[in-house]
């Protein structure tokens, strides 16, 4: 008599008792990539307001995420036109590539800006916090470009995409930036996104030009020049 004593979880006491116990919890708290939430043709933004996945705001979600992919296609072909031994290896490791990984990071955080409208009210103070995309971004990156011009000779004509690989890589993500800011620039008007990130997004496009002419400069090959017929 007196008490009931509270019921207690029991385990199969085995060899590896507490490693089962482990995987199941690990299991138990693995996230899942699909939920199945988008089959009905919307999605969620951040501010978890789901939208159809029609609207504009996914169009520029998805040129940013594309520009991203883009300049991760560029930093993994950096090298790809060097010569082991011929002195070149290596000229990028002290700023080109480490700059791209910031912006890689920073796209991410526009992404998120992007997908928390200003003006929803879905959107709570703390978000908005959350999401402020600092004007100092683009003052690193303009710090980048002024930096990469004092070594490279002055341009005197169009340039066509092309010379090294990277150097054609970071040409195709200039480009796909620049069609990110285009979408980005209506939502801008609206009040939905800061004005700093459609700057960064313009500023980041004229990064990847000048990182485009210094991935040639570098490794001795020229830019193409535009030859009219």
Same mark, same amino acid.
């Given at each position: ?114 997908? %928390?409208?200003? %003006? ?110």
């Amino acid at each position: 008599k007196g008490c009931a004593r509270p019921e207690r979880k029991t385990t199969k006491k085995t060899m590896n008792g507490e490693q089962e116990d482990r995987e199941e919890e690990e299991q138990e708290e693995k996230f899942k990539v699909y939920t199945k939430t988008g089959d009905d043709g919307t999605s969620s933004l951040y501010n978890l307001e789901r939208r159809a996945k029609s609207d504009a705001v996914f169009d520029a979600l998805g040129d940013c995420d594309e520009t991203n992919v883009s300049v991760g296609i560029a930093r993994v072909h950096a090298y790809d036109d060097c010569c082991e031994g011929d002195g070149k290896d290596g000229c990028f490791d002290g700023d080109v590539l480490p700059h791209l990984e910031i912006i890689q990071s920073r796209l991410l955080d526009v992404g998120s800006a992007v997908a %928390t409208p200003i %003006t929803s009210e879905k959107t709570k103070d703390g978000m908005k916090v959350r999401c402020r995309f600092d004007e100092s971004h683009v003052e690193l990156i303009e710090s980048w470009i002024d930096r990469y011009e004092e070594e490279l000779p002055p341009l005197t004509n169009f340039l066509c995409p092309g010379g090294t690989k990277f150097a054609a890589f970071l040409h195709q993500a200039r480009a796909i930036c620049r069609r990110c800011e285009r979408k980005v620039q209506p939502m801008v008007k609206l009040g939905d996104v800061e004005k700093s990130v459609a700057r960064y997004l313009n500023r980041l496009s004229d990064y990847l030009f000048v990182a485009a002419r210094v991935a040639n400069h570098r490794v001795g090959v020229e830019d193409v020049a535009y030859k009219k017929a």
